[in-house]
């Protein structure tokens, strides 16, 4: 998957374990909501300076 945005960007997450825990709950969630279980989900924080 190819995503592109000047607006937003891939969150960096790597230090912040209770969000990383909250993403993980959610994907298994939905994944046994939908019985496919290889769901990931993405996290995109505006860049800065974005006005979109």
Known sequence: MDIHSD?????ALSEQDEALEIIRNAEASIAHLIGNPTVTLIAYE????SNS
């Open 46 to 49: 505006k860049n800065e300076g």
């Open 7 to 11: 607006s937003y960007r891939v969150a």
